[in-house]
C-alpha cells in the first residue's frame, strides 16, 4: 500500500514537500513515480525513479522546480516542489510497480497512494 501525504494550500511562489510511504518488505524493488491530476484534466506524469536507482526521470513542465528522492531504509519517496505555480493546483498521487523502468503512463502501475490535494493561491 502507498500513503500519500504533504498537500496543501500554499501562495504562488512557495514550496511544499510531498511524502509516500509504502508497506512492505521491498520497497526496494519498486520503480516510484509522482503523477497529479487537475480538474477536467487527464492524470500527468510528473516524475519517477526506478528501482535501480537512476537519476529521477522529470516531465518537462516541472523539472526546473521539483525533486524527485527516494529512501530505501525509510520505504519513502518524496517530492521536493518549488516556485509552485496556480497551475500546479491538483491531486498528487505516487505510484508503483515492480521491477520496471520509469514510463509515463498510468496503466504501468499497479499499486496508487489515494492522492494528496496541493492548492496553489495567486
Known amino acids: 500500500q502507498l500513503q500519500a501525504s504533504g498537500g496543501g494550500l500554499v501562495q504562488a511562489g512557495g514550496s511544499l514537500r510531498l511524502s509516500c510511504a509504502a508497506s512492505?518488505?521491498?520497497?526496494?524493488?519498486?520503480?516510484m513515480v509522482w503523477f497529479r491530476q487537475a480538474p477536467g484534466k487527464e492524470r500527468e506524469f510528473l516524475a519517477g525513479?526506478?528501482?535501480?536507482?537512476?537519476?529521477?526521470r522529470y516531465a518537462d513542465s516541472v523539472k526546473e522546480r521539483f525533486t524527485m528522492s527516494r529512501s530505501n531504509p525509510k520505504n519513502t519517496v518524496y517530492l521536493q516542489m518549488n516556485s509552485l505555480k496556480p497551475e500546479d493546483t491538483a491531486v498528487y498521487y505516487c505510484a508503483a510497480r515492480y521491477l520496471v523502468a520509469v514510463t509515463t503512463t498510468t496503466n504501468s502501475y499497479d499499486l496508487w497512494g489515494q492522492g494528496t490535494q496541493v492548492t496553489i493561491s495567486s
Open positions: 512492505g518488505r521491498t520497497f526496494s524493488s519498486y520503480t
Open positions: 525513479i526506478s528501482w535501480r536507482g537512476d537519476s529521477p
